[in-house]
């Protein structure tokens, strides 16, 4: 019980690390002697990062002052399941009469499953059909997707990240090695639908669906590059994505770089005004993982080779409303450089 509690002057980042701990998705704020403050979850962390705060600050300003809560011996099970499917809830504290919390109620709890069907409606593409020039000499056996991290390819860290909030629909783009990519899920028999999207030539990283668009008229599309497993909780990333209304949601990696010298800052004569000791400089890194309206795909133009980068960027000049989707660095795996690709394998 005590893993899902925290103080209000906790650290944004140790607050990222102890909700990834979590299997409760929210973390409940009390003082030390459990005295309820609040709740904090994974929205309430991106819009911090999202304001513009580092991470060194405190939770204070962010978490959640007047969450759902109900008090013990005056809730009854049907009243609180309601509240969890009407507002999402993965958890409800249980507070005494003097405020203190004395339990709380999860999912699990209240429905004995798992709410894992958050995702069982959206598209999932995967784009699978590069050489991984950067993987070579592996990719001159395997394509990129078949590359094993702990005794399964890479592609299946990736779909398993969906079907377990009730993805279910998988459409990979396909062109390098294509026949040994079916042959695999032919012989793997999933108990999910696997269309493939055949690319005669390269396509770039999003150009090869402009000849599927009316395949995906309904529902919101994630697409993911293979060779990133994101381990942030998806189904909270989609829920991000809703809430801003966004267009197209780009899912990024906030990244800090320190330079580890004494950088002198002088001005147009070259008089030195002032030396800045060891200065760092905070990143949004695109992680490779997009959300995004199925209307969206009307932008790319037909039999053309053609970046996610160029849909962005002409997404933005029509006024598309396109975000970011901010999670930590430990919640995702690039493994699309050799040398990434070999911690993972321990070389």
């Known amino acids: 019980m005590k893993n899902i509690f925290i103080l209000p002057t906790t650290k944004i980042v140790q607050a990222m690390k102890s909700l990834a701990s979590a299997n409760t998705r929210c973390l409940i704020v009390t003082r030390k002697d459990r005295y309820f403050l609040g709740t904090l979850n ?14 060194k600050e405190t939770i204070k300003t962010i978490y959640q002052k007047k969450p759902i809560t109900v008090y013990e ?36 709890k209240i429905f004995g499953i798992k ?48 079907t377990n909030l009730g993805g279910k629909n998988f459409n990979i783009s396909v062109n390098y090695k294509s ?24 396509m770039g990283t999003i150009g090869g669906l402009s000849a599927h668009r009316k395949k995906f008229k309904k529902n919101d599309i994630f697409l993911c590059n293979c060779d990133v497993i994101i381990g942030a909780d998806l189904s909270e990333i989609y829920n991000f994505h809703r809430d801003k ?10 990244k800090s770089y320190e330079i580890p010298y004494g950088i ?19 990143f949004f ?3 490779g993982l997009y959300i995004f309206n199925p209307k969206i795909l009307n932008l790319i133009p037909k039999n053309s080779f053609f970046h996610m980068t160029q849909l962005i960027e002409i997404a933005k000049k029509k006024k598309f409303k396109v975000g970011i989707c901010p999670i930590t660095d430990e919640d995702w795996i690039d493994i699309g ?3 990434n690709y070999s911690k993972y394998i321990k070389l």
């Open 179 to 202: 026949l040994l990519l079916k042959s695999y899920f032919k012989e793997l028999k999933p108990n999910y639908k696997v269309r493939f999207f055949e690319e005669k030539k390269p």
């Open 264 to 282: 002198c800052h002088v001005n147009k004569s070259g008089k030195l005004i002032k030396i800045e000791e060891k200065p760092k400089s905070k």
């Open 285 to 287: 890194v695109n992680t």
């Open 42 to 55: 994974d929205g309430d962390l991106r819009r911090g990062v999202l304001k513009g705060l580092s991470g």
């Open 245 to 254: 209304k966004n267009d197209l949601t780009i899912v990024a990696s906030t």
């Open 115 to 162: 709410n894992d069907n958050s995702l069982k409606n959206v598209n999932i593409v995967i784009m699978a059909g590069g050489k991984g020039a950067r993987l070579s000499p592996f990719t001159k056996v395997l394509p990129k997707p078949l590359l094993p991290i702990d005794e399964k390819p890479v592609i299946e860290h990736i779909i398993e990240k969906f």
């Open 73 to 108: 011996k005056k809730f009854s099970i049907s009243h609180v399941r309601n509240l969890m499917r009407k507002n999402l809830l993965t958890i409800i504290p249980v507070l005494n009469e003097k405020n203190f919390v004395t339990d709380y109620l999860t999912w699990n």
């Open 337 to 339: 450089q050799l040398t």
